[in-house]
């Protein structure tokens, strides 16, 4: 079992910044690939950045690409998201999920998934 737990949300205006940290407890984090996730008011949860077991490789949907960064801490059992240059349709909320067999944008296929953080980006 895997325990995550995320923090970092809040308001912030067009422009600006957040960063985003899921901790992990009760299994080495390692052992997992590591995504963030969005849902708007309304909206489908949708798949925002992923990264393997081992941060070599990561994973960005179109909307974030270029503005939103995805990191891992293997040792200290953290991940994550760095986001730039925020827009009012970021505005969600920001969950993290763990993935025992590999990197996808396939929501099904997360095993666990922390309670989520709000992040809202005002105009």
């Known amino acids: 079992q895997v325990r995550l737990v995320e923090s970092g949300g809040g308001l912030v205006q067009t422009g600006g910044s957040l960063r985003l940290s899921c901790a992990a407890s009760?299994?080495?984090?390692?052992?997992?690939?590591m995504g963030w996730f969005r849902q708007a008011p309304g909206a489908e949860r949708e798949f925002v950045a992923g990264?393997?077991?081992?941060?070599?490789?990561?994973d960005y949907a179109d909307s974030v690409k270029g503005r939103f960064t995805i990191s891992r801490d293997n040792a200290k059992n953290t991940v994550d998201l760095q986001m730039n240059s925020l827009k009012p349709e970021d505005t969600a909320v920001y969950y993290c999920?763990?993935?025992?067999?590999?990197?996808?944008?396939?929501?099904?296929?997360?095993?666990?998934w922390g309670q989520g953080t709000q992040v809202t980006v005002s105009s």
């Open positions: 999920a763990a993935n025992r067999l590999r990197l996808t944008r396939r929501r099904s296929e997360y095993d666990y």
């Open positions: 009760g299994r080495t984090l390692s052992n997992y690939a």
């Open positions: 990264i393997t077991r081992s941060g070599s490789s990561t």
